[in-house]
């Protein structure tokens, strides 16, 4: 049920029965404004998805719209899965990570993480972020963070976030056209391309990283490579949940530990995704991992919903969306403590009607 | 699975895959005693209950009697309930709170806190209670308890309770006629009101809180009143697991916060209770708990007996039987930590074979 895309098992091994803690990471960049670029959420409301995927999550309860985000298509968001997972073997925590959301989530009791950070500006003019300030708070908050629970998640909600982590890894000179991957099935390449063209045009006179990033890259991209870092002198396990972005997320701390001649202990982290991604022809996350530097242990989960006949739902099977939440994550916290996809397909489709 | 009284789902949520100790609160009223007046256990041993309830709670053995309680009409207690959540998902913790037992169980292990508490009068003759202190044995107990669980649940086994809590919210002023369960589907009702009658005739003449508390009330009601005011002041989260019962120990809590002009942090605390409660036809807990002045968050659990086929369960559902020894809130406990109402179902009738 659980595959390696690299490394080997011990990683994922080691954490079976353990307590996770599951941080959400949200942010907006207002490249998501551009028309088609996402599919993450309701056209003129793309901003709202990080929002109403907290409140979903935690609460079973969308407050701040009055139905759950859902694309133009249809496809639920994956918030869907990681809730499931919670109800049938729930995390020990969830926690919110504000890095510059434009509405917060209406939640009461859940404890949020807020480090006074601005939604981005779109990548076409620049995103404008102070991103070693930005850095520098998530390492801060790596150094800082003591979960009460054995480990965590690192989830996020980001609309237009693949995009972003496409710029920001071809801008640090990352080999990675073709190898992103989209909310989408047919990938708008054009959008996609141009927004990214423009972005990169924007450093072409840039040398020093942190000043690529202010202009490419995205809030969560950098501060969770912050947290990441920050996280890796204490003896905290983190399972970053996500696909492409949460790669880049690693490209990120490569580059840095490149720049500064600096090592980590990769043994403290892995990443999980979702078969989706896995196996999505558009983008490749085996070879985005394998430019690394360091060794990473990744993984993903073999669930789909061939269990189930929701025409809603069979659309993830059709890649029509893939990953984002942590559903990857999630799942495969579920199944090392002992969910089958029967049990969390059939959960998921409750939410559906 | 889990339903809103009054407030929002928030707290029960956060409470999600949080470690719970349960504390079973035990005492013994001599009102118990007079005929007809109560379901909750064997004519002429009804304060057994307590007793049995806790040993079948801890130990899965019934000591100190040769048969489990139950009622003349063949109703098992709901401790049943309780223990069949233990075992699916067991509670960190069961800790009994002695306030004033004829019997103590016969138990190992268990941890047993013992305030030095005898069991009250009938409210017919007064009750005996000194009220006023042990209301603050209840606030000391609640400012030095540190369980080592992420919240507790207090459950409650008072045989006769819902007459003398009855009794007290009347005797508090609070016009509650007709609002409070009690253990009988046919309610005795010239029985309980003769004696409710007969104690609030004993207080014609006072005036101050407790000296009322004194003579209507039972231990469980003013202990937990205390308790739940000396553990505000403390990052502790309580679950009230009872029906109108713990509903009017939060009408003490109200009139207490009145004479007092004090505030609560109502944020810290919630009630739980069973569907069976809920939907009684002759009591009505959200009435109750929305003659309080704080703003409460209360939830019942739906789960019902109708996957069972097994007689005794049946009267459940039929009203013979509707709360106690903390079902519902156990219920709650169990199903947000994934339990279904299969497996429940389940356990329960392997007690009854």
């Known amino acids: ?128 972020i102070d991103a070693f300030e930005l850095f520098q708070k998530g390492v801060e908050f790596g150094q800082n963070y003591e979960p009460t629970s054995d480990y965590v998640i690192v989830g996020e909600s980001v609309p237009s ?72 002198s204490k003896d905290l396990k983190i399972v970053l949940a996500g696909g492409t972005q949460m790669a880049c997320v690693l490209l990120i701390v490569d580059s840095i530990l490149k720049q500064m001649d600096g090592i980590i202990d990769s043994s403290k982290f892995a990443l999980c995704t979702t078969k989706w991604v896995y196996k999505d022809d558009s983008s490749d996350i085996k070879a985005l991992l394998e430019m690394i530097d360091f060794k990473v242990d990744s993984y993903f989960s073999e669930f789909d919903f061939s269990l189930s006949n929701h025409p809603a739902l069979k659309l993830y099977d059709e890649g029509e969306a893939k990953e984002g939440v942590g559903a990857g994550g999630a799942l495969v916290y579920g199944i090392i403590n002992g969910l089958d996809k029967k049990s969390i397909t059939n959960k998921i489709e409750t939410f559906l009607g």
């Open 161 to 232: 976030g693949t995009t972003t982590a496409l710029a920001t890894a071809l801008a640090l000179g990352y080999d990675v056209k073709d190898k992103f991957s989209s909310s989408f099935k047919n990938i708008p390449t054009d959008i996609k391309k141009d927004v990214v063209n423009k972005a990169l045009k924007n450093i072409e006179n840039k040398v020093e990283l942190f000043d690529k990033l202010a202009m490419v890259a995205d809030n969560m991209l950098i501060f969770n490579a912050g947290f990441i870092l920050g996280a890796n």
């Open 1 to 128: 049920m659980i595959k390696n895309i690299t490394g080997s098992v011990d990683f994922i091994e080691y954490l079976r029965g353990k307590s996770a803690t599951y941080l959400l990471s949200m942010s907006n960049t207002k490249t998501a404004q551009i028309e088609g670029i996402t599919q993450a959420g309701i056209p003129g409301l793309i901003h709202l998805t990080p929002t109403l995927d907290a409140e979903f999550l935690c609460s079973g309860e969308v407050r701040s719209l009055e139905n759950i985000a859902e694309t133009p298509k249809g496809v639920p968001t994956p918030a869907l899965i990681t809730r499931a997972v919670h109800l049938l073997k729930p995390f020990k925590n969830i926690e919110l990570l504000d890095l510059g959301i434009e509405v917060k989530p209406k939640l009461n009791y859940f404890k949020t993480h807020s480090f006074d950070i601005s939604p981005s500006e779109s990548i076409t003019k620049g995103a404008d």
